[in-house]
Structures are given as structure tokens and as C-alpha cells.
T-cell receptor
Framework: GAGVSQSPRYKVAKRGQDVALRCDPI?????LFWYQQALGQGPEFLTY????????KSGLPSDRFFAERPEGSVSTLKIQRTQQEDSAVYLC?????????????FGPGTRLTVL | QKEVEQDPGPLSVPEGAIVSLNCTYS??????FMWYRQYSRKGPELLMY????GNKEDGRFTAQVDKSSKYISLFIRDSQPSDSATYLC??????????FGTGTRLTIIP
């Protein structure tokens, strides 16, 4: 079956612009995660949804970052008034929720460059 | 100090060699341990997934977890040039966020 898909794959924004990044999780996966990966670093957690509920947003770096998953499927990560330090790869992952596990499957990422 | 420490490398080994990658961690609440492989400009791909301490083998890959030492390892036997990638360790307490290491860049030399 299809994996996690993300769009756009690449986004160039001028400083101060708003951007929206989309994630389509694996069908039937209840949990959805957003991570930010800086160059040469491991992914860092941003936020987590279970169905449409945002259960953890402790990793969002500022109030310019906002995520939603209104129908419990597709999710959008929005960054307002982008800054150069927002340049990174934004990764989405999804997982089945079951009592004992946490296998997360990642999409290809959106590479954001803020000029 | 980071919760998860991983030597970033780079690590270069000849084709056919056994590769050993490892991570240490400080949070004793971590229960689930994963290894991901990430090719350049691609998303991380789940390689191995283990719960608590012990060994798990899948083909040429073996994952080991030693919770008493807070140390996890990934071994790759008969390494191939196609194994050249960045290897990320990741761990979690349960059904929530993963905490990643920095990643080790591995090159297999033909």
C-alpha cells in the first residue's frame, strides 16, 4: 500500500511569508507526528495527533507554528512569518496505535528554505 | 547533554565488513528502541524495532538493547555499498514522540 506522502517536496519562501505543509498518513493510521530535521542532525519532535486531537505540541518552537488535523486524516503544518532559522526538512510520520508499540513510518519530508 | 548520544562519524568500512553502530541514552523510562536508515534527501526508513532489553535479528541486521547500561547497538553483517546511508537511533517511552540521536553517516567502500 501507499506510504506517507508529503507535499510540496521543496518550498522556497521569502522571510516573512506564510507556508503550509501537507501530510497524508498511511490509511488507517491513527497517530500522526511532525518532526523538524536540521542539516546534519536527527529529527526533533514538533507535535503529535491521535485522530483529530492534538495531544502534544510541546516541540513547536514558537507560536508562529501551528498544526491541524481536522478530520483525523490529512494534516497541515503552518508556519507564519517565516524566519531563516525555520529552514529545515519537515518530516511527517504515522503509526497504528496499539497498546504496546510505536512503529512510526516516515514520509519523504518537505525541504523548506527561507531566504 | 542530549538525552540520546550518537557518534556522527563519518564511518567508512570496506565491503563485506561487519559494521557496529551504537547509541547511549540517559532516560531510563525509554522502553522502545528503533533504528532508522536515511538516504540522502529521503525520509527515515524503519529498519529495526525492539522492546526492552534483548537481541533481534533480521537478515543481515542485528539490534541489541542493554537497558542496564543504557546502550543500544546495530550490527550489519556482510556490508554492501547499498548500505551507505545515515543511521539514526530512536527511542520512546510509549505511544508518543521519538527521541533521535544525531545519526551516523556510514560509507561502504567497494
Amino acid at each position: 500500500g501507499a506510504g506517507v506522502s508529503q507535499s510540496p517536496r521543496y518550498k522556497v519562501a521569502k522571510r516573512g511569508q506564510d507556508v503550509a505543509l501537507r501530510c497524508d498518513p498511511i490509511s488507517g493510521h491513527v497517530s500522526l507526528f511532525w518532526y523538524q530535521q536540521a542539516l546534519g542532525q536527527g529529527p526533533e519532535f514538533l507535535t503529535y495527533f491521535q485522530n483529530e486531537a492534538q495531544l502534544d505540541k510541546s516541540g513547536l518552537p514558537s507560536d508562529r507554528f501551528f498544526a491541524e488535523r481536522p478530520e483525523g486524516s490529512v494534516s497541515t503544518l503552518k508556519i507564519q512569518r517565516t524566519q531563516q532559522e525555520d529552514s529545515a526538512v519537515y518530516l511527517c510520520a504515522s503509526s497504528r496505535r496499539w497498546s504496546g508499540g510505536n512503529e512510526q513510518f516516515f514520509g519523504p519530508g518537505t525541504r523548506l528554505t527561507v531566504l | 547533554q542530549k538525552e540520546v548520544e550518537q557518534d556522527p562519524g563519518p564511518l567508512s568500512v570496506p565491503e563485506g565488513a561487519i559494521v557496529s553502530l551504537n547509541c547511549t541514552y540517559s532516560n531510563s523510562a525509554f522502553q522502545y528502541f528503533m533504528w532508522y536508515r536515511q538516504y540522502s534527501r529521503k525520509g527515515p526508513e524503519l529498519l529495526m524495532y525492539t522492546y526492552s532489553s534483548g537481541n533481534k535479528e533480521d537478515g543481515r541486521f542485528t539490534a541489541q538493547v542493554d537497558k542496564s547500561s543504557k546502550y543500544i547497538s546495530l550490527f550489519i553483517r556482510d556490508s554492501q555499498p547499498s548500505d551507505s546511508a545515515t543511521y539514526l537511533c530512536a527511542m520512546s517511552q510509549g505511544n508518543e514522540k521519538l527521541t533521535f540521536g544525531t545519526g551516523t553517516r556510514l560509507t561502504i567502500i567497494p
